[in-house]
């Protein structure tokens, strides 16, 4: 009897717990689902008009330079970003947009061909700090410039 009464607590609980499930994911979980997708362009851009807290700070500039080696981000990128196994960062050309948005979500929510995310790993100070830097490049402020 009281084996029973168990399997009829479970069934009821595997029951509700279906219940609560809902069938398809709602309008705003989709739409959450679609921004933080790779692909840029497909959904609304929230940061897109999002401006780098750290623009024009020179000092943020070279703390973004130090960053840009510490999390080896020159090991794909070459040194001065000049180009490796990913692209350049310090020509004129952006495969995802060279906005402060743009390069924001190329770093915190990394890129298909190859770019990781680090989104989850660098708070978001840190990832302005390297947008403030990759900015800088090729600009009278750029810290640390390469010899020519
Ligand atoms: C494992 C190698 C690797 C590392 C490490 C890496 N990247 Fe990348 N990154 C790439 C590749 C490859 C791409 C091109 C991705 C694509 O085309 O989809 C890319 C793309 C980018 C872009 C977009 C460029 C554009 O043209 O739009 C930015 C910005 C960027 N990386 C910044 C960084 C920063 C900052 C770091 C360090 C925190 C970093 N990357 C670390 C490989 C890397």
Same mark, same amino acid.
């Given at each position: 009897?009281?084996?029973?009464?168990?399997?009829?607590? @479970?069934?009821?609980?595997?029951? &509700?717990?279906?219940?609560?499930?809902?069938?398809?994911?709602?309008?705003?979980?989709?739409?959450?689902?679609?921004?933080?997708?790779?692909?840029?362009?497909?959904?609304?851009? /929230? @940061?897109?008009?999002?401006?780098?807290?750290?623009?024009?700070?020179?000092?943020?500039?070279?703390?973004?330079?130090? @960053?840009?080696?510490?999390?080896?981000?020159?090991?794909?990128?070459?040194?001065?970003?000049?180009?490796?196994?990913?692209?350049?960062?310090?020509?004129? /050309?952006?495969?995802?947009?060279?906005?402060?948005?743009?390069?924001?979500?190329?770093?915190?929510?990394?890129? &298909?061909?190859?770019?990781?995310?680090?989104?989850?790993?660098?708070?978001?100070?840190?990832?302005?700090?390297?947008?403030?830097?990759?900015?800088? @490049?090729? &600009?009278?402020?750029?810290?640390?410039?390469? /010899?020519?």
């Amino acid at each position: 009897m009281k084996y029973l009464f168990a399997i009829g607590v @479970l069934l009821a609980g595997s029951v &509700t717990a279906r219940a609560q499930q809902p069938r398809q994911p709602s309008a705003q979980q989709r739409a959450a689902a679609a921004q933080m997708g790779p692909t840029p362009g497909q959904a609304p851009d /929230t @940061l897109a008009e999002t401006p780098n807290p750290f623009a024009d700070d020179v000092k943020a500039m070279g703390e973004g330079r130090r @960053l840009f080696n510490w999390y080896n981000c020159a090991g794909c990128h070459g040194d001065h970003a000049g180009g490796g196994m990913g692209p350049s960062l310090r020509d004129s /050309t952006w495969r995802y947009g060279g906005t402060d948005a743009r390069i924001y979500r190329s770093i915190a929510e990394g890129r &298909t061909k190859g770019m990781p995310a680090w989104g989850s790993k660098l708070p978001p100070d840190q990832i302005w700090k390297l947008v403030a830097y990759i900015r800088s @490049l090729r &600009t009278a402020k750029e810290p640390d410039k390469p /010899t020519p």
